[in-house]
């Protein structure tokens, strides 16, 4: 079996190299490719003769403009890569067979109510990033390819950027900080997403019933003052000595953003669960686990 992993170098993209390598031959491309093969998002011809050329079985899409603030004024890079690209991917799926794993988000919902939105709720995006990736989820199911969509929330990873490290460095450099204590979530690490994408493919290859979208997030429900307090919690458990001292709930309008964010990102994650006989660990094991990575190292 042969696999195109796409975004190589990204959160999740970097644990997938880890986590497919037992599965199948792996190409794994970043936008600079490799040779006569592109790994460039902006380029949806060149990564679809990519496709062609490689004739892979199943072709992973880690990749994707992710800069949510800055996708509100770069709205046409943004649907390029998030929508426009994946539709062609989807499309060269659907006409050589192939299936096709793609990544989305909590942020395709509206995020009001109190409840997990599950994976038939109508999306109704709140900025330009949560709109580009609604289409491509919608490309993706209108194309008629083969195809495995896991909608995610809160990534976080030792490698990348994101809110888990930020908060690490932070709690070492102020004595106070405040922080979003109104959106609530589901911290999910890229680890956890990289095997689960595992863990479904074959069964997926197996029986095409199983091909769709599902909501993948650990299990349980936090906010980001909560999140970053547990952090620091178990920072100093790992011995990790910090300045912060006083942590400060605050609303989201208290800290405007150029992109609107949801309230209620909580993901309703029963559906991957069942269909493929896994268990969803609650959040809190895999940051655990991340800080120990990243503090004992
Ligand atoms: P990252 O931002 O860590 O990685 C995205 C990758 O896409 C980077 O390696 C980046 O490359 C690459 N990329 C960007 N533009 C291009 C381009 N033009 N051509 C080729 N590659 C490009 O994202 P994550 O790993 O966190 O996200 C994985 C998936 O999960 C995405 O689909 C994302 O939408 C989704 N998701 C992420 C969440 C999060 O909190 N991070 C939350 C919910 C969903 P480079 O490093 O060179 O820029």
Same mark, same amino acid.
């Given at each position: 079996?042969?696999?195109?992993?796409?975004?190589?170098?990204?959160?999740?993209?970097?644990?997938?190299?880890?986590?497919?390598?037992?599965?199948?031959?792996?190409?794994?491309?970043?936008? $600079?490719?490799?040779?006569? #093969? @592109? &790994?460039?998002?902006? !380029? +949806?011809?060149?990564?679809?003769?990519?496709?062609?050329? =490689?004739?892979?079985?199943?072709?992973?899409?880690?990749?994707?403009?992710?800069?949510?603030?800055?996708?509100?004024?770069?709205?046409?890079?943004?649907?390029?890569?998030?929508?426009?690209?994946?539709?062609?991917?989807?499309?060269?799926?659907?006409?050589?067979?192939?299936?096709?794993?793609?990544? $989305?988000?909590?942020?395709? #919902? @509206? &995020?009001?109510?109190? !409840? +997990?939105?599950?994976?038939?709720?109508?999306?109704?995006? =709140?900025?330009?990033?949560?709109?580009?990736?609604?289409?491509?989820?919608?490309?993706?199911?209108?194309?008629?390819?083969?195809?495995?969509?896991?909608?995610?929330?809160?990534?976080?990873?030792?490698?990348?950027?994101?809110?888990?490290?930020?908060?690490?460095?932070?709690?070492?450099?102020?004595?106070?900080?405040?922080?979003?204590?109104?959106?609530?979530?589901?911290?999910?690490?890229?680890?956890?997403?990289?095997?689960?994408?595992?863990?479904?493919?074959?069964?997926?290859?197996?029986?095409?019933?199983?091909?769709?979208?599902?909501?993948?997030?650990?299990?349980?429900?936090?906010?980001?003052?909560?999140?970053?307090?547990?952090?620091?919690?178990?920072?100093?458990?790992?011995?990790?000595?910090?300045?912060?001292?006083?942590?400060?709930?605050?609303?989201?309008?208290?800290?405007?953003?150029?992109?609107?964010?949801?309230?209620?990102?909580?993901?309703?994650?029963?559906?991957?669960?069942?269909?493929?006989?896994?268990?969803?660990?609650?959040?809190?094991?895999?940051?655990?686990?991340?800080?120990?990575?990243?503090?004992?190292?």
């Amino acid at each position: 079996m042969k696999i195109l992993l796409l975004g190589k170098n990204g959160q999740v993209g970097w644990e997938l190299q880890r986590a497919l390598a037992p599965l199948a031959e792996v190409i794994a491309l970043d936008r $600079s490719g490799w040779g006569d #093969f @592109s &790994g460039d998002m902006s !380029q +949806p011809q060149a990564i679809r003769e990519t496709i062609l050329k =490689l004739k892979p079985n199943v072709v992973v899409n880690a990749s994707a403009y992710t800069a949510v603030d800055l996708a509100e004024a770069e709205s046409e890079l943004a649907d390029l890569i998030n929508h426009q690209t994946v539709k062609a991917i989807a499309d060269v799926c659907h006409q050589e067979q192939i299936l096709f794993v793609h990544y $989305s988000t909590d942020y395709v #919902f @509206s &995020g009001l109510g109190t !409840q +997990p939105f599950t994976e038939t709720d109508v999306v109704a995006p =709140l900025n330009v990033y949560g709109k580009t990736k609604a289409l491509g989820e919608q490309a993706i199911i209108d194309s008629g390819c083969a195809h495995l969509i896991f909608r995610t929330s809160w990534v976080y990873a030792t490698k990348g950027k994101n809110f888990l490290k930020t908060m690490l460095n932070l709690a070492q450099q102020r004595e106070e900080l405040s922080i979003i204590d109104d959106q609530i979530g589901a911290p999910t690490s890229a680890e956890l997403i990289a095997d689960i994408t595992v863990h479904a493919i074959p069964q997926v290859l197996a029986n095409q019933q199983k091909a769709g979208i599902y909501h993948l997030v650990a299990s349980g429900e936090t906010t980001w003052f909560d999140y970053a307090n547990f952090i620091f919690k178990q920072a100093r458990i790992l011995g990790q000595t910090l300045q912060v001292a006083k942590v400060n709930p605050i609303a989201t309008s208290a800290y405007p953003t150029p992109a609107v964010r949801p309230h209620n990102s909580r993901l309703h994650n029963a559906k991957l669960q069942n269909t493929f006989e896994l268990i969803l660990p609650q959040w809190q094991k895999g940051v655990e686990r991340t800080l120990a990575e990243l503090i004992n190292q």
